[in-house]
């Protein structure tokens, strides 16, 4: 079935340090790719999209560019702040408008 | 802006009661859809519903069930209550688009505790 992998965390880093979140996913037919953000006490929020291969979203800072060859939809930011702390998730859609989500990362970013 | 509100944020049950968790979205979608969150395991689809009264099961919908009698408004059941439904419940509603899945927006989340 299709299904989402993307790196465990909890991920610290210090202010304007540079973020990967690795996601790699398994799909049958040509999925749309998504990063939803979680802020604290908040519901998720969509941050960014692809729906095509080598599409790139942003949004925010952050980038994610779809990789059909290697079935990767990184997440990364050049340079975060306190504000991005949050739980990152990455998701795919086959047409079906249903979801599938990732566990979900955990990123702390101190002052 | 959409907006999708959920009744509770903290709701505490206990063992064996009939739970009632309520959504209502503003912005004339088809799509609903509820999903619980667990540490470690993101968020799964335990309903979805794309138009009144329609309903379709998701991954994990054994000791759920739902209603949609108006298109702003998804419920979600928990017939009887167990210590293992203790979860963050989310809400969520999208555009019925047939060529491309839609943005979802969500709520901001039930934390129901079963004692």
């Known amino acids: 079935g299709d299904s989402v992998t993307q790196m465990e965390g909890p991920v610290t880093l210090s202010e304007e340090a540079f973020l990967t979140i690795n996601c790699t996913y398994t799909?049958?037919?040509?999925?749309?790719l998504f990063w939803y953000v979680q802020y604290p006490g908040e519901g998720l929020q969509l941050l960014l999209k692809a729906t095509k291969a080598d599409d790139k979203g942003s949004n925010k800072g952050f980038e994610a560019t779809y990789r059909k060859e290697t079935t990767s939809f990184h997440l990364e930011k050049g340079s975060v702040q306190v504000s991005d702390s949050a739980v990152y998730f990455c998701a795919l859609s086959v047409f079906d408008y249903k979801l599938s989500f990732g566990a979900g990362t955990t990123v702390t970013v101190r002052a | 802006d959409v907006k999708v509100t959920q009744s509770s944020r903290y709701l505490v049950k206990r063992t064996g009661e009939k739970v009632f968790l309520e959504c209502v979205q503003d912005m004339d979608h088809e799509n609903m859809f509820w999903y619980r969150q667990d540490p470690g395991l993101g968020l799964r689809l335990i309903y979805f519903s794309y138009d009144v009264k329609m309903k379709e099961k998701g991954d994990i919908p054994e000791g759920y069930s739902v209603s949609r009698e108006k298109k702003e408004r998804f419920s979600l059941i928990l017939e009887s209550a167990s210590t293992n439904q203790t979860s963050m419940y989310l809400c969520?509603?999208?555009?019925?688009?047939?060529?491309?899945?839609?943005?979802?927006?969500f709520g901001p989340g039930t934390r129901l505790t079963v004692l």
């Open positions: 799909a049958t037919g040509y999925p749309s």
């Open positions: 969520a509603s999208s555009l019925l688009d047939l060529t491309s899945t839609d943005t979802q927006y």
